[in-house]
């Protein structure tokens, strides 16, 4: 398992987690290239047929990246998508993914580094967990 | 063209440069993004946003009749906009163009070419698949009040408020304090000229008081904020003060026979006030306010002295908060800043010969509580030895603020210097890490100051402070020589750091605009817009962004009042198209969406329809998608982030 190389989508919210993917580049961090982002207006935008479609597809993880509570530019979508990924960590518990596949950051626009940190943490994290168990499924099939 | 399934997409690959082309091979990336479906060309030029490079895909556009555009280059956030208008210029609907961001979220935060080049792959698959299902979308235009509101009396509001309405536009002034100025009322010289404050600032002061296009709350709140760019409804508290301004002489005979004292915040605690009263004896507005908290008529004990000796009946204690509602087009908040407070540095005793950079400002004004002769707080002798502290809090993590507060070196050396023009006998000393002084005329003022002879500064920290007897004991380091030092002080002069003032992220919040990690207020992009903030039409200016001194903070307000003027003088706003909208087909009028939505943007009614259901008001619509999200049949999606065009992003990453 150890040339293993999680693949992992990241939805991140064009006030904060974008600007501070944008932040880390500029300031030039480094962290593996394991992750996707797609922009989001607001972490609260995401639907949840996202993220299981991301797993179907074979993502071995999914970030949902939004401002501190508090600090949401639409005043409270950030909590709607806290309690939304509360309910999908338990539908995918139920359909057999280990917890720690989807994550939910808060990530302001100054924080390029903590965007960098939480990239390098999840790749580690998704190669102790190995390949999504939906993607073995897939492949055995295949 | 922008119909069913006929597309014709071009992409363009950025090497901006080395930036990307470092890292990721765009040669490769565009061979790679011909073999995409519905790509008529791709193509890979140095500097896509230079005037060649748009010039590239706008000759594209008309001539190969692209109907979709994906530039591959920089974030969106930074040159978005500089592609759509290319795309509008040939033509061609702007929303039918995306980017991949390959430069900020690629090239630079990788190092392995081969796999950078892969993810810029995936990146542009992704956009080609998303920019598919793209659908063109027009812009909508809302008129503006052509008016500004100005959160803040201090320098930085006052600057921006006469800007606006010296350029014809009426500006409401709402100032939290009693009186106009704010901090900058309270220094005596300023650096490097050592032109008196107070003289400066009241000359703007009564400018602002007087301007018959600035209709000013003092002693008022912001207590709610609502609507939108060029729409703002505000709600602003006029606090009571308990004496009518209008038949209020300043005789000051009720301040003189008031019964109570407490510390005034005018001289930060080195002298003190009374219930009824002026913060100083220039305040504008000239009128005197009752402070209810210490009012002792307020707890019950039926004093009416003031009022008894009032020769204008101006007293009522019956006044109570007055609410008024103003209509504006454009925002600029100036709440300024504070001190870190003295207690963060617990090295520090609490001891009143060991004051901040502010207090003593006051002992060296001449408008002070010693009438700038400098007397030291607990015994009222001349100093005969005073130290100066820098950095106490700022540039240190462990026990303050990590950042530089800029000012500090200059008004250390401002105020030693006026010291020893005062105390000729007396010695001033400076402990100082570093000498940060980057604007015009500084480096030699400092300079100036140190070469003189008649200041020591001593690069090093201090170990120690403590009373002894009469003085006040410095230990520290000169760390050039390597020798430990040890000061008797007669007074130790703090320089505190500034920060953002307490009720600034209740502001923050009120208006819906960001504030960073250390509460200051954060701008939309912090090289490119320093200006505005994340909110449209709300802008900010002086200190309550970052440490400024006055002329950054008198640039800053003038900046906002341009920004604010752009937007005002223009008449109407245009606002993104990027809203919710219904399929009334699928919509059950269930009402989620009017319950989910924090801008009372959907309404259900029947709209005509034999049914109810929902329906968006776009100019209240932000776009957020909490009301798609909720929608249990699907009926509402955002334009420009469908869940066709998200949902392609997802796949085309997958590389299904």
Known sequence: ?142 | MNGNGYRKIGVYICHCGMNIASTVDPKKVAEYAMTLDSVAIARHYMFMCSDIGQELIENDIKELGLNRVVVASCSPRMHELTFRKVCERAGLNPYLFEMANIREQCSWVHSDSKLATEKAMALVRAAVRRVFFQEPLEARDTPVNPNALVIGGGIAGMQAALDIANAGYEVVLVERDTSLGGHAMQLSGTFPTLDRADCLISSKVEEVASHPMVKLHTYSEVEEVSGYVGNFTVKIRNKASFVDGQRCTVCMLCSDVCPVSVPSEFELGLAQRKAIYAPHSSAVPARLTVDSQACQHFEGDQCHACQEVCPTQAIDFSQKDTFIEEKVGAIIAAPGYDLLPRERISMYPDDPDIIDGLQFERILSYSGPTLGEIRRPSDGKVPKQIVFIQCVGSCDPEHGVPYCSRVCCMYVAKQALIYRQVVPEGQAYVFYTDIRSDAKGFEEFVQGVMAGGSVLYLRGGVSKVFRDGDKIKVWGVDTLVGQEIEISADLVVLALPMVPRPGTNELVRKLNIMSDKYGFLSEAHIKLRPVESLTAGIYLAGAAQWPRDLPDTIASASATAAKALTLISKGKVVLEATVASVDESYCLGCGRCEEICEFHAPKISKNGLPLPTASINEVLCKGCGACAVSCPTGAITIKHFTREEILAEVEALAGV
Not at chain 1, 75 to 85: D, F, M, P, Q, T
Not at chain 1, 102 to 129: I, N, P, Q, Y
Request: hydrophobic residues 40%; contains cysteine.
């Open chain 1, 1 to 142: 398992m150890s040339d293993f190389e999680p693949k992992i989508v990241a939805f991140a919210c064009n006030w904060c987690a974008y600007a501070a993917a944008d932040l880390a580049g500029t300031s030039r961090m480094s962290y593996p290239p394991n992750v996707e982002l797609i922009r989001v207006m607001c972490s609260g935008m995401v639907d949840p047929i996202y993220v299981l479609r991301a797993f179907e597809m074979g993502f071995d993880g999914v970030l949902i990246a939004g401002c501190h509570p508090g600090d949401c530019h639409y005043i409270s979508g950030n909590l709607k998508a806290e309690e939304r990924v509360q309910a999908l960590q338990r539908l995918l518990h139920t359909l057999g993914l280990e917890d720690g596949r989807l994550r939910l950051e808060w990530c302001s626009t100054a924080e390029g580094e903590k965007f960098a940190t939480t990239v390098t943490e999840f790749v580690a994290k998704l190669k102790e967990l190995g390949p999504s168990p939906f993607r073995i499924r897939e492949e055995a099939v295949a």
